[in-house]
T-cell receptor, first 112, second 112 residues
């Protein structure tokens, strides 16, 4: 039983560059969530997919952020024109039932 | 704004003692509550969830929910140094999509 995987684990980028992260959920899980966590804070919800449909987006998700889940399998989160405030841990979680969510190891983004 | 509140701690307990972690929430529509453990630099790990008023026990862990008081707690019996971590409380948003609202977490330190 493989868990949620995320790549890359770490990303350092310069301000203004675009970055893309990938999440592979647990294989039978049709629900996928993206969260962002900064130091000293709990994770904050960004967006939710059920199969390939993006059903909910947080107001935190500015128009520089876009997420996809083609074919309802893996998901990508892209940040365009990164800003220093985007530096955070980006967490992906998947769920079968919509209740218990299991997190991947996260992608730590540092914007210099 | 829907909030989950936790004391940031640290909560210090000696090895073998009972650690009591508390959480309050503002969204009366939340149905389910979750406790995650997060070691420094790692992603959250689900340890307990509770839907109904009362107690739910799983090994050394007991979750307690009081919906009238909007209060959730986690008791850890026979605390071990390996339990030292940040404990995140989360409630689901009653949107049908089960997106989670997290508290900031309580740091637990168990001394040998």
């Amino acid at each position: 039983d493989t868990g949620v995987s995320q790549n890359p684990r770490h990303k350092i980028t310069k301000r203004g560059q675009n970055v893309t992260f990938r999440c592979d959920p647990i294989s039978e899980h049709n629900r996928l969530y993206w969260y962002r966590q900064t130091l000293g804070q709990g994770p904050e919800f960004l967006t939710y997919f059920q199969n390939e449909a993006q059903l909910e987006k947080s107001r935190l998700l500015s128009d520089r952020f876009s997420a996809e889940r083609p074919k309802g399998s893996f998901s990508t989160l892209e940040i365009q024109r990164t800003e220093q405030g985007d530096s955070a841990m980006y967490l992906c979680a998947s769920s079968l039932t919509g209740s218990e969510q299991y997190f991947g190891p996260g992608t730590r983004l540092t914007v210099t | 704004q829907k909030e989950v509140e936790q004391n940031s701690g640290p909560l210090s307990v000696p090895e073998g003692a009972i650690a009591s972690l508390n959480c309050t929430y503002s969204d009366r529509g939340s149905q389910s509550f979750f406790w995650y453990r997060q070691y420094s630099g790692k992603s959250p790990e689900l340890i307990m969830f509770i839907y109904s008023n009362g107690d739910k026990e799983d090994g050394r862990f007991t979750a307690q929910l009081n919906k009238a008081s909007q209060y959730v707690s986690l008791l850890i019996r026979d605390s071990q140094p390996s339990d030292s971590a940040t404990y995140l409380c989360a409630g689901d948003a009653y949107s049908g999509y089960s997106t989670l609202t997290f508290g900031k977490g309580t740091m637990l330190l168990v001394s040998p």
